[in-house]
């Protein structure tokens, strides 16, 4: 495992995440990151993106092990 590519993945995973949930994010960056020590999201507080994106990447992961699971078992026959 590349920690490097795992690393890229998941921070990619919080600005796609990011984006989708906060479509303002694009038009007006400064005023939504300015906003975030402030945030109450589910007691999370401004670390709440890196709550989300955890989540997000779990899911993500999950699905690698299931395709990699996948592909080993037809390989084998």
């Known amino acids: 495992m590349n920690i490097k590519k795992e690393l ?6 919080i ?4 984006i ?3 479509p303002d994010f694009l ?3 400064i005023d939504r990151v300015s ?3 402030s945030s109450v999201v589910y007691g999370m507080g401004p670390f709440h993106p890196l709550g989300f ?10 699905l690698r092990l299931i ?3 996948t592909k ?3 390989r084998r026959s």
């Open 67 to 69: 395709i990699a699971g």
């Open 8 to 13: 890229l993945i998941y921070f990619a995973i």
């Open 53 to 62: 994106g955890l989540i997000g990447y779990a899911v993500i992961g999950i």
């Open 72 to 74: 080993k078992v037809f």
């Open 27 to 29: 038009t007006a960056p």
């Open 35 to 37: 906003k975030l020590p």
């Open 20 to 22: 989708v949930q906060h």
């Open 15 to 18: 600005v796609i995440v990011a």
